[in-house]
């Protein structure tokens, strides 16, 4: 009786919304996003940042298509069955026609088998793992970032100019340290046959013992150290490591670590001629860049971040595939991502067929210190694509669907 | 070259840690000893700590003298906010039941995280090294920061401080009396109320003083208080509770483990220290230089007997029970996704409340069992092949397995100790979900475990989650009602009379684990269907610790406070989580309600229909 009552009345509602967007035709286009806004919002907030000025601007001049675009965000608490939730309800409560967000790998990995399930379109802007293109890829999912191959790609291909052969790792012990320490071993493997790797640490995320950890890594006396921790843990490394000599005549291959995000809390103390991949925001003089970085600092009155980037890069992709699409169904939605490319401050960007992996690059360079606080130096920018598998061998990586 | 150098500057960094270790560890100690408050808060005094001295040492004139007194000064300010949560709320709930007030400090844990995040902001604050000790010496050729030396130092000269406070001083002896017997010290005339403040300044100071101490070592960050507390935990238990002895020998014991551990098997650190902790409780169920705990004496209004359901009550429990079945008929696709979420945490809750409540045993690794009951199903699925059906029919049987085992060396302890037990269990177990890649996919998780065909609206869904959740919380109610669930309580009540009418007390709360860890494991498959998929996250400790929240805030005492509890933390959750700041607010609430009902939600509905009912009695002429 009720439910009868109910579709009466939604029938009703329908009936008159459709009357009314007769009328008014420009009804936004509702886009869900969901990150972990309060479990790291060292990462998560200049993200934010970024997401809400791209989409200022693509308002201001006039929305996609004619529509103006229209952004709920949600903090998941760091929880991948509270995204789950609150994706159901972004979707069948708010209506929203696509999906886009996401920090921490497993909630990356949980969003987008939800949009696998339920058939929606999920951007996945900063998660890094190969999983979510790769073995547990999927066609509703595509990834934004340069992911953990990429990155660790672009530093094996520094590593392997280096003289050294014996080399120590150390990354934290969870899926993102595992993969960025395999892909580098084996990359580097490829390139250069004869290196070893002779020491391998894995302090728990977080709660590194950096006295006993640094000890361990000298004692093995390698000739190089390939670095993947980072936050709070890399701090700790860099000082107990600094003030025990480890890297004293030893070069460092360093994960990230050229990111404001990590480079910043180690002030003056960031250790001086690390090989990283980061973001050298101030020096790059491309002009749609200098764009950005300025309307930023104007906007928020503070410096850019990686996740300013991603966020700004992310909104952008999103325009680009609505606009292509021509509307919001999810099938045109789909055709129109695979493969699109569009113009972002990194660059034009591409969303490859193959794996629905976004092409965007990092920057690869050396740390240095400029005015007591950290900068990159020699650095230069490493295209996604040259970093990625061939179509060929990503078939084998990925499951069929 | 030998290696004894290295091995000897290895132990001298393990000591180090040690002492950091130690100092965090010892005001908890202290605190529980003589409050028997378990104070989630502990590393939320601790990150202050590292913030506070973080913005002193940057106000105050560099130097030796101005590093010092930061430290110090923070840490007297920690002490005082302490002080003054004890004062304000704690002091107000004491005669609430056994453990209550954990739910006011997890409280305080949210509201202290989003103030230091408005405080200083979201990024790692690394502050200067201490100055005057900020290189490395060579001891037999291998470098040593000075810093650590210091730090060993400072370990046992603060032991020796507090051990002189506790012997020596008149307070210290009264400290030590209301650790012995709080009872007993109350009626000799010590005044409780100023003793107690008294703890809690002295040992959210040594929080403070730990945070501030680290302030060389890392940059304050906001992950701190959640980073430290578990190990600070896990040292006090080794130790013995109450023990700062004990604390002092347990921190060297996991610090040196850890430094040793690391040059064998690196991956070991994830889980070393509740591996420790769960070889000593079995070998020594009151930790190193711990002492049973005595007997309490009944804080508080003593338990109402359970009765059946019937009369008002059931009518109202029906009521509820048609409501939810009719739910599906006006509600839409995501309210009833929040009604199984609901579902699974009332049976969750209800669960834990079956060993918490009628069994007396207090559980902080609960998640275990609901995790192993979701694992089980997914697992069943991606590498059996096996449908929706089978899997929700075998998964729970993986759980209640687990409750054999678990519950076999559980109920052989008591107290906060059984706790730790099933925290070490749950850690364990979470770790080894989380590195066993081949099989759980790591912390990648299992994805795609999605309901059968049939099921796949959230309607259908949620009836079977409906019918399986209602079920097991029927199911619970019969078994408290039956002669087993008398014979539990009895064991609870007084463990030496029921043994003495010939109850195998053991046995039954054996019994108790294996139910409820069947139970739970249900829930833990609905879940996994609902969300479909599951990670190490469901196994770990804020798993637990929600559970663990629902029975005490719907309130211990009563069969449908689980239920209550369950209701009031999903739903304000879910309301909250849409507000910037909304940890603190919730934080708030919740302290709203500990403070407006001590005896849980439930509890404090039934004495407000009671008072209602007095009233309409003394109304009549």
């Not at chain 1, 590593?159 to 340290?177: F, Q």
């Not at chain 1, 360093?254 to 990283?276: Q, R």
């Not at chain 2, 009550?313 to 009833?336: E, H, N, R, T």
């Amino acid at each position: 009786m009720t439910r009868f009552v109910s579709l009466r009345l939604i029938s009703l509602c329908v009936a008159v919304l459709a009357a009314s967007a007769a009328a008014v035709v420009a009804e936004p286009i509702k886009i869900g996003e969901i990150n972990s806004y309060t479990r790291l919002p060292a990462f998560t907030e200049p993200y934010r940042k970024g997401w809400q000025m791209a989409l200022e601007e693509i308002n201001a001049a006039g929305g996609v298509n004619g529509r103006k675009l229209d952004v709920i965000a949600r903090d998941d608490a760091g929880k991948p069955g509270n995204a789950v939730k609150i994706a159901e309800e972004l979707v069948s409560n708010d209506k929203v026609s696509l999906l886009f967000g996401t920090f921490f790998s497993h909630i990356g990995l949980a969003v987008a088998d939800f949009a696998k399930q339920r058939k929606v379109l999920f951007v996945a802007s900063e998660p890094l793992s190969d999983a979510i293109v790769w073995s547990k890829g999927n066609r509703y999912t595509f990834r934004l970032r340069p992911s953990t191959h990429m990155q660790a790609a672009m530093l094996a291909a520094e590593a392997a100019k280096l003289p050294a052969t014996k080399w120590a790792t150390i990354a934290p012990n969870y899926a993102y340290g595992k993969d960025a320490v395999k892909e580098f071993k084996a990359e580097l493997k490829k390139l250069k046959p004869d290196v070893e790797f002779i020491e391998e640490q894995w302090p728990t995320l977080f709660k590194i013992d950096a006295g006993a950890t640094v000890r361990a890594l000298e004692r093995a006396k390698p000739e190089a150290i390939y670095n993947v921790t980072f936050g709070g843990d890399l701090a700790k490394f860099v000082r107990e490591g600094s003030l025990r000599g480890l890297f004293e005549n030893r070069t460092v291959v360093s994960l990230l670590t050229g990111e404001p995000e990590y480079l910043l809390p180690l002030k003056g103390e960031v250790p001086v001629g690390w090989i990283v991949t980061g973001y050298p925001w101030q020096f790059i003089e491309d002009e749609v860049h200098r764009k950005f970085v300025d309307a930023y600092k104007a906007k928020f009155s503070e410096d850019p971040k990686m996740g300013s980037l991603v966020g700004y890069n992310s909104m952008l992709a999103i325009a680009a595939i609505v606009k292509k699409a021509g509307g919001t169904d999810t099938e045109a939605m789909l055709k129109a991502a695979s493969g699109l490319t569009f113009d972002s401050p990194s660059g034009p960007i591409t969303f490859r067929v193959a794996d629905q992996q976004s092409t965007m690059g990092a920057w690869v360079g050396k740390t240095g210190l400029k005015d007591g606080s950290g900068v990159m130096t020699d650095w230069r920018y490493a295209n996604g694509a040259d970093y990625l598998p061939s179509a060929e061998e990503v078939k084998k990586l990925r499951p069929a669907n | 070259m030998s290696d004894a150098p290295f091995y000897f500057a290895q132990f001298l960094t393990g000591l180090a840690s040690a002492s950091s270790l130690f100092l965090v560890a010892s005001g908890l100690s202290l605190i529980f000893g003589v409050t028997r408050i378990v104070n989630f808060a502990h590393g939320s005094f601790y990150m202050l700590g590292a913030f506070t001295a973080y913005s002193l040492v940057n106000a105050l004139p560099s130097g030796i003298f101005g590093f010092w007194s930061s430290v110090f000064l923070s840490a007297l300010l920690v002490g005082l906010i302490g002080a003054m949560f004890e004062f304000v709320v704690l002091r107000r709930i004491y005669r609430a039941p056994e453990l209550f007030q954990l739910v006011a400090t997890f409280a305080l844990v949210l509201i202290i995280q989003d103030a230091a995040l408005w405080i200083w902001g979201a990024e790692d604050l690394l502050g200067p090294r201490a100055p005057g000790l900020d290189g490395a010496i060579e001891i037999f050729g291998e470098r040593i920061p000075e810093y650590d030396l210091a730090l060993i130092v400072a370990g046992p000269a603060v032991l020796l401080a507090v051990w002189l406070f506790l012997h020596r001083s008149r307070w210290g002896t009264l400290i030590r009396a209301a650790t012995e017997d709080r009872e007993m010290a109350g009626a000799l005339g010590v005044n409780q109320s100023l003793l107690f403040t008294a703890v809690f300044f002295l040992g959210s100071f040594l929080a403070g003083l730990g945070g501030a101490l680290q302030v060389p070592r890392e940059a304050a960050s906001l992950l701190m208080d959640l980073n430290v507390i578990a190990e600070a935990f896990v040292v006090v238990v080794i130790g013995g509770m109450g023990s700062i002895v004990g604390a002092f020998l347990a921190a060297v014991l996991v610090a040196e483990l850890n430094a040793f551990g690391i040059l064998v098997l690196p991956k070991i650190t994830i889980v070393l220290a509740f591996i420790v902790m769960a070889v000593v409780l079995i070998v020594r169920p009151w930790g190193l230089l711990g002492k049973p705990q005595a007997g309490q004496h009944g804080a508080g209004e003593p338990e109402q007997p359970l009765r059946p359901l019937a009369g008002l009550p059931l009518v109202a429990a029906l009521i509820v029970v048609a409501a939810l079945v009719l739910a599906p008929a006006i509600a839409g696709d995501f309210m009833l996704v929040l009604l199984t979420d609901f579902l699974v945490a009332a049976l969750f809750a209800a669960s834990l409340h079956f060993i918490m409540g009628p069994g007396g045993m207090i559980s902080f690794g609960h998640a275990v069992f609901f995790g192993l009951g979701a694992y089980g199903a997914a697992l069943l699925v991606k590498f059996a092949g096996a449908g929706m059906i089978v899997a929700l029919a075998v998964a729970p049987l993986c759980a209640a397995a687990a409750g054999v085992v678990v519950g076999w060396f559980c109920v052989r302890l008591s107290g906060v100790y059984l706790a730790m037990l099933t925290l070490a269990v749950a850690q364990i177990v979470w770790s080894i979900a989380f590195q066993w890649q081949d099989v759980t996919g790591g912390d990648d998780g299992i994805v795609g475990v999605w309901p059968a065909q049939w099921a796949a609206s959230k309607a259908a869904y949620y009836y079977v989650a409906l019918v399986l959740c209602l079920g097991g919380i029927w199911l619970l109610h019969r078994f408290t009602h039956a002669p087993f669930g008398y014979g539990l309580r009895a064991g609870r009540d007084s463990s030496l009379r029921a043994e003495s009418i010939g109850i195998n007390v053991h046995a039954h709360q054996w019994m108790a684990f294996v139910i409820a860890g069947g139970l739970a494991g249900v829930a833990g498959s609905v879940f996994v269907f609902s969300k479909g998929s599951i990670f190490p996250d469901e196994l770990a400790i804020p798993r637990s610790v929600d559970g663990l929240i629902m029975v005490l805030l719907g309130g211990i005492k009563m069969l449908f406070g689980p239920i209550a509890g369950a209701a009031a933390f999903t739903f304000l959750e879910d309301i909250v989580t849409r507000l910037s700041y909304w940890r603190a607010i919730f934080g708030g609430l919740i302290l709203l309600i500990v403070l407006a009902a001590p005896d849980g939600v439930a509890g404090g509905f039934a004495r407000l229909t009671t008072r209602w009912r007095g009233k309409a009695l003394q109304a009549k002429p």
